[in-house]
């Protein structure tokens, strides 16, 4: 009996020496992950009730705003189409806002697989994973969408009217916004992968020629222009972030 207490206490002194909590069991992870959501949720409920208040101004100014830029006409076919976009619209706003927040309880959930010193860095994890999701959402509403309307209202025949519905616009406009804020987000994963050995600098410095030719495919696949121009535009972020996703790959591996 004495010798399995010495040996448990030997256990969690080797483990507060090593800077890491008693290992977490699958329902406590779940447990967690719940009380984690739970505070999201509670975090975005007011934002958005007091968003919806200044929705149709956030639509009026920010969202109609590249349409009439690029002079895409928008017509609404749904019965309570706005009103329900205004609805929408504050939930995004809501989550927009709430993005720090968000991403600081995210942190926390991955805490205990964290040494005690990353631990005291979460803060500036959530700022900076908050920082790139932002950058996205900046890229993608000033390059990308301007971009994409330009070339989708300029399309096909003169002839021919090119008018969007109220839905197939937000919708693109929603789906550009999100899907640069996440691409956005790489070299979070990378420093992620790189804790758990999934990745290493080594690994992305070797296959560096396949991934710009994988980020000029991409760039193709999502540049609403045909021209090099464009491609170019896409791409240059593309690489920015993986070059700087090998640099905090090689980071992480240096605190690991």
Same mark, same amino acid.
């Given at each position: ?5 010495? %040996? ?17 069991? +699958? ?9 984690? /959501?739970?505070?999201?949720?509670? %975090? *975005? ?19 109609? =705003?590249?349409?009439?830029?690029? %002079? *895409? ?6 019965? +309570? %189409? ?6 929408? *619209? ?7 806002? #709430? *993005? ?13 697989? /964290? ?35 330009? +070339? ?5 025949? $003169? ?24 691409? +956005? ?6 420093? /992620? ?16 020629? =396949? $991934?710009?030719?994988? /980020?000029?495919?991409? $760039? ?5 222009? #045909? ?30």
């Amino acid at each position: 009996m004495i010798a399995e207490q010495s %040996g448990n206490l030997n256990s969690d002194e080797g483990q507060e020496f090593s800077g890491q909590e008693p290992e977490m069991s +699958f329902w406590d992870h779940l447990d967690e992950l719940r009380s984690r /959501l739970l505070k999201i949720f509670a %975090g *975005v409920l007011p934002i958005w009730f007091v968003s919806i208040a200044f929705a149709q101004d956030i639509i009026n100014t920010i969202l109609l =705003h590249p349409a009439g830029q690029s %002079g *895409v006409k928008l017509q609404n076919i749904r019965p +309570f %189409g706005q009103l329900m976009l205004n609805f929408e *619209v504050s939930f995004i706003v809501a989550l927009i806002v #709430t *993005v720090p927040y968000s991403f600081y309880h995210i942190w926390q959930f991955i805490a205990p697989a /964290l040494h005690r010193h990353e631990r005291k860095a979460l803060l500036w994890a959530a700022f900076f994973s908050s920082f790139c999701f932002l950058a996205g959402t900046s890229f993608g509403y000033f390059v990308m969408i301007p971009m994409t309307l330009s +070339f989708a209202a300029g399309f096909g025949s $003169a002839e021919v009217l090119n008018m969007f519905s109220l839905d197939e616009y937000m919708s693109l406009i929603f789906s550009i916004l999100i899907g640069t804020s996440l691409i +956005f987000e790489l070299p979070v994963l990378s420093y /992620l992968l790189t804790r758990i050995g999934l990745l290493t600098p080594g690994f992305m410095t070797k296959y560096r020629r =396949h $991934a710009i030719i994988i /980020l000029m495919i991409l $760039a193709a696949f999502v540049s609403p222009g #045909t021209d090099p121009f464009s491609m170019l535009v896409l791409s240059l972020p593309l690489f920015l972030l993986y070059e700087s996703s090998i640099l905090i790959s090689k980071w992480a591996v240096k605190k690991s």
